[in-house]
């Protein structure tokens, strides 16, 4: 026997996140927007069925999961790459190797291919016709999106599936099942977990499986057992394994601070909202959950009254992102500030509602002849293409009927006089628009 088969063989050597990786569907959390009894990807992994796909979201969602789950339903052969280290040469070894086995035995090639988003135009021109013709089926495996990051040829050719943040609830069900599951999990080990403890756990881990599983082995095999032999994982083991302290407030006092600080944004209060982002923070709250309370704040009560707001906000998201504590505060308090201080105006909210309530109870499709696209029109649709009066042949605007005929009068945008909507309703003045 070769001894060093014994470490391979020894499930202690394997992370937590890897054995408890779901083996099946059954297994599967979260995603139920995808992986539903009565889903598309569910019906065409059960019927073996599934074409070339695009798996993209968060880390910790699921996606080389999903992967893994199709390769062990599959008849067919599965092969994975991952786009950081494998080159062309790779690639074409596979689309060789797939071509073969499909004219001789009549069997797929599925190729996963990790962070996908990383190959480069020349390694997926390689992979294109394989793709095309069917050689092969690919499962890309993206936190980026497809649609900016990689080559259009190939995302055209695949189905893009959208994986979601795992819920709170997702992540302490799977936490509390590696806890009791002795084949794969901690069952072995005399472990007593705290509640506020796995809650704290399960809720930092912002939707990241991986990372939940993670912080709970860490404090499990470092924390000495007791006198009976019992691991008691307390929530101080928690915060240092998870690298996060608990809240310092209850949960009902953290919903009050959020709700205090998105009010405060929309009253026009800095001081408020400055305050209450500091406290939120120094209490344990995530300060990129703060960030994207203010970009939505920027649009959705700031508006058009000041543009430049959600440009301010976006950027200190980004600027936080890549700079982290402590520094990213800075950017992100001057962000709060400007969003607080500016002009506000929620017709931005209120025109999207109003579109959406239309688009939603009246739904009438009859595109006005003059906008349709002509290229695949029929002849009586195609003699109305002069009646289109094309913009910049008239200085930039034109008046012309856009909504379709049960709507035609319907004005959703009204600018109030707040900020820059006061230049709008002058440019719209000027064009002889309605008010």
């Given amino acids: 026997m070769d001894l ?9 050597n394997i992370p937590l996140a890897e054995r408890m990786r779901a083996r099946n569907l059954s297994e599967y959390l979260g995603q139920s927007h995808i992986v539903s009894e009565t889903g598309l990807l569910r019906r065409a992994i059960k019927l073996d069925r599934l074409g070339s796909c695009i798996f993209w979201g968060p880390p910790g969602s699921g996606k080389t999961t999903l992967a893994n789950v199709i390769a062990n339903s599959t008849s067919g052969d599965f092969v994975k790459l991952n786009a950081v280290s494998s080159g062309v040469s790779d690639v074409k070894a596979v689309v060789e190797k797939a071509k073969e086995n499909l004219k001789l035995y009549g069997k797929k090639t599925f190729l996963l291919l990790d962070e996908c988003h990383r190959f480069n135009k020349t390694q997926s021109d390689s992979l294109l016709p394989a793709i ?3 050689d092969i089926i690919f499962i890309g495996s993206t936190t980026e ?3 900016a990051s990689m080559t259009p040829a190939i995302v055209s050719r695949c ?7 795992l819920q709170q609830s997702d992540i302490l069900f799977a936490l509390n099942k590696a806890l009791k599951d002795k084949e794969r ?13 796995l809650n704290h756990i399960a809720r930092t881990a912002s939707g990241d499986l991986r990372v939940a599983y993670n912080a709970l082995e860490l404090a499990c095999l470092t924390t000495n057992p007791d006198a009976d032999g019992n691991i008691r994982v307390t929530l101080k083991d928690a915060e240092e394994s998870i690298q996060q302290k608990a809240l310092s407030f209850d949960e009902q006092m953290y919903y009050d601070m959020l709700s205090a600080f998105c009010k405060s944004l929309r009253g026009s209060d800095s001081n408020a909202a400055l305050y209450y982002m500091q406290r939120l923070i120094k209490g344990g709250c995530d300060p990129l959950l703060i960030a994207r309370r203010l970009v939505v704040h920027s649009a959705e009560d700031v508006g058009l009254a000041d543009p430049n707001a959600l440009v301010v906000a976006t950027n200190a998201l980004l600027a936080f992102e890549k700079l982290g504590l402590p520094e990213g505060l800075i950017p992100l308090s001057e962000a709060i500030i400007y969003v607080a201080e500016a002009e506000k105006s929620n017709t931005v909210v209120e025109a999207m509602y109003s579109a959406g309530d239309d688009a939603e109870k009246i739904k009438d499709d009859n595109v006005p002849a003059h906008l349709k696209n002509y290229e ?6 195609k003699k109305n293409k002069a009646n289109y009066k094309y913009p910049h042949d008239f200085g930039g605007y034109v008046d012309q009927q856009y ?3 049960s709507l035609k009068d319907k004005v959703y945008y009204t600018p109030k006089n707040n900020g820059y909507e006061n230049v709008i309703k002058e440019i719209r003045k000027r064009k002889g628009k309605r008010q």
């Fill in 145 to 147: 999106n497809p649609y």
């Fill in 159 to 165: 189905r893009v599936f959208e994986l979601k943040r």
């Fill in 185 to 197: 999990g901690l069952g072995n080990l005399s472990v007593i977990v705290d509640e506020d403890a």
């Fill in 376 to 381: 695949f029109a029929s002849k009586e649709d």
């Fill in 403 to 405: 909504l379709p005929d």
């Fill in 4 to 12: 060093f088969d014994l470490s391979v063989k020894n499930n202690d």
């Fill in 132 to 134: 095309e013709k069917g």
